[in-house]
T-cell receptor, first 112, second 115 residues
Framework: KQEVTQIPAALSVPEGENLVLNCSFTDSAIYNLQWFRQDPGKGLTSLLLIQSSQREQTSGRLNASLDKSSGRSTLYIAASQPGDSATYLCAVRGGGSEKLVFGKGTKLTVNP | GAVVSQHPSRVICKSGTSVKIECRSLDFQATTMFWYRQFPKQSLMLMATSNEGSKATYEQGVEKDKFLINHASLTLSTLTVTSAHPEDSSFYIC???????????FGPGTRLTVT
């Protein structure tokens, strides 16, 4: 059974700092991995999707990497801003399945 | 980008009543929709997979007679929480898979409170 773990559970940083969020998964036989953002009481916004054959994806100040063999992914946020404050969720989709398995998320607070 | 809507966004109901939540894909067709539940500070947990024109597939531990799912068209799936109890209070989120691109898009969620 796939399990997804995100560390840390919460992170508070000053504005402008670069930061890394971590995600690990137990079964390396994944189809893809996706990072989402969730604001309080809201739904999910997809940030980056990495296919199993890819090593990384970039969008603006965000960069996500994937090391499938070790079961790890990182989300790098450059020059953080208060507007980046949210909970970041990592989810993996197993091979041959449409199901997404989510981690519990990392709650990020960027202080002005 | 693709948009998924949910209605209502918030609902408060009394214990023992039933509540229906709608999930719509607004600008694409979805042969498959997913229903998730999220408790405070917890991960999203998949409840069931809804396929257009066929019965939903429920995850282990989810009561199919309590959480009725109907996926009658390529743009609409509904989740009915029957005989709701306070422990059913949660945040319910749907996602829809684009039949062409296979990407999943998430709705904004529905906050259910059972009193």
């Amino acid at each position: 059974k796939q399990e997804v773990t995100q560390i840390p559970a919460a992170l508070s940083v000053p504005e402008g700092e670069n930061l890394v969020l971590n995600c690990s998964f137990t079964d390396s036989a994944i189809y893809n991995l996706q990072w989402f953002r969730q604001d309080p009481g809201k739904g999910l916004t997809s940030l980056l999707l990495i296919q199993s054959s890819q090593r990384e994806q970039t969008s603006g100040r965000l960069n996500a990497s994937l090391d499938k063999s070790s079961g790890r992914s990182t989300l790098y946020i450059a020059a953080s801003q208060p507007g980046d404050s949210a909970t970041y969720l990592c989810a993996v989709r197993g091979g041959g399945s449409e199901k997404l398995v989510f981690g519990k998320g990392t709650k990020l607070t960027v202080n002005p | 980008g693709a948009v998924v809507s949910q209605h209502p966004s918030r609902v408060i109901c009394k214990s023992g009543t039933s509540v229906k939540i709608e999930c719509r894909s607004l600008d694409f067709q979805a042969t498959t929709m997913f229903w998730y539940r999220q408790f405070p500070k917890q991960s999203l947990m998949l409840m069931a997979t809804s396929n257009e024109g066929s019965k939903a597939t429920y995850e282990q531990g989810v009561e199919k007679d309590k959480f009725l799912i109907n996926h009658a068209s390529l743009t609409l799936s509904t989740l009915t929480v029957t005989s709701a109890h306070p422990e059913d209070s949660s945040f319910y989120i749907c996602s829809a898979r684009d039949r062409n691109s296979y990407e999943q898009y998430f709705g904004p969620g529905t906050r259910l409170t059972v009193t």
